[in-house]
């Protein structure tokens, strides 16, 4: 790694680091396959043995998946690079406003800005306490708890604190219910409205993994602020990976069940992601969209995730700033 050259101008007494999943540097297979690769090599996400999962990931996963992932990145790649990195680095601006005298920074655990690398510039513009936040409402260890790793690896010389989830905030909560009722004044209500979370393996939760928890008191709090009882809103799991059982229902599934018994119309949100991605653009909004009509539904309505609104930079820099919950 190299070592960034020292910063002349008065550093800030504390900065706020947020901290996203990361994305591919272009649509292309070859920048996928390296995105990919550092992904997947994370224990966190596969607990397989390596020697096992190099052989199947090297040679089968990377060289099949990568030019698939292209493709579907390619759909939705914006003028400034991949959404999930032009949303981050929007919201991270939209905070930084909110919080003078504060140093705000983002960065990726895949890819770039890298996270270790933004950690070392931060100490060397002599930034002492750093509160980071990855911009993951719930918690999991297949995300948050690899974050958590990086800042053991590299975070030595400065004071970190981490703020582990925000899933039953009071201001995130709310922010996510007005963007559904901004929807509803907007497009007119669907027969359902449906919440869809990015899905972990059963076998994670089983464990001891709290995601799955979270997620539904999320749920539960987001019908609470929209003022319906919590069986009219509907929770699923998307982005299913590898073979083995993921939390269910399955979002895909469910949509497809949902037009075969006679539903025509969907609104559906995705609060477990606070830019939208690859999993929310692509997954939700086109190949989700096009299974439900398939099923016979008319029209799936997706609700764009906060990204860099007025709204979520103030539910950020109110995290940023509260005396509780960071440890
Ligand atoms: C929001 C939280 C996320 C959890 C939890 C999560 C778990 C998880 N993901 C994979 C595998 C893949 N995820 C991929 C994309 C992706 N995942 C998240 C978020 C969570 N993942 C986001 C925001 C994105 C989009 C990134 C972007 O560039 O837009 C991908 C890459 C795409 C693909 O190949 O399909 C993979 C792979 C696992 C295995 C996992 C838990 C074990
Ligand atoms: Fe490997
Ligand atoms: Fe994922």
Redesign the pocket.
């Known amino acids: 790694m190299q070592t960034p050259a020292p910063d002349t101008a008065a550093p800030s007494a504390r900065a706020l680091l947020l901290v996203?999943?990361?994305?591919?540097a272009a649509p292309t297979p070859r920048a996928?396959r390296r995105?990919?690769a550092q992904?997947?090599h994370d224990y966190?996400?596969?607990q397989l043995t390596r020697w096992l999962w190099c052989p199947l990931l090297h040679f089968v996963i990377l060289p099949l998946?990568s030019p698939?992932?292209a493709h579907?990145?390619a759909e939705?790649w914006m003028e400034g690079g991949?959404?999930?990195?032009v949303h981050t680095a929007a919201l991270a601006r939209a905070v930084a406003a909110r919080l003078p005298g504060w140093e705000v920074q983002h960065a990726m655990r895949y890819?770039e800005p890298a996270l270790a690398t933004v950690l070392a510039t931060l100490r060397a513009r002599g930034v002492q306490e750093v509160r980071v936040l990855p911009l993951?409402p719930?918690y999991?260890t297949?995300?948050t708890a690899s974050v958590e790793d990086v800042l053991a690896r590299a975070g030595a010389g400065l004071q970190l604190a981490l703020r582990r989830d925000y899933h039953s905030d009071p201001g995130w909560v709310a922010a996510i219910a007005d963007s559904i009722r901004a929807h509803w004044q907007q497009h007119g209500r669907g027969e359902r409205l449906l919440l869809s979370?990015?899905?972990?393996?059963q076998r994670?939760v089983n464990q001891g993994d709290p995601?799955a928890a979270q997620c539904e008191a999320s749920t539960a709090a987001i019908a609470q602020a929209l003022g319906l009882p919590r069986d009219e809103v509907l929770l699923t799991f998307q982005?299913r990976?590898?073979r083995e059982a993921?939390l269910q229902p399955y979002t895909q599934a469910t949509l497809e069940a949902l037009a075969r018994s006679g539903v025509r119309t969907v609104d559906i949100a995705c609060p477990?992601?606070?830019?939208?991605?690859?999993?929310?653009?692509e997954?939700i909004a086109m190949q989700n969209a096009e299974a439900f009509r398939a099923a016979g539904g008319q029209a799936l309505r997706y609700i764009p995730c906060l990204n860099a609104s007025p709204a979520h930079a103030d539910v950020i820099a109110a995290l940023a700033q509260a005396e509780e919950g960071w440890q």
């Open positions: 996203n999943l990361g994305t591919p996928v995105y990919l992904f997947l966190r996400v596969v998946r698939k992932v579907k990145y939705i991949s959404p999930l990195a890819g993951y719930q999991s297949t995300t979370f990015h899905g972990i393996p994670l995601y982005s990976f590898g993921w477990g992601f606070a830019v939208d991605c690859l999993e929310t653009l997954e």
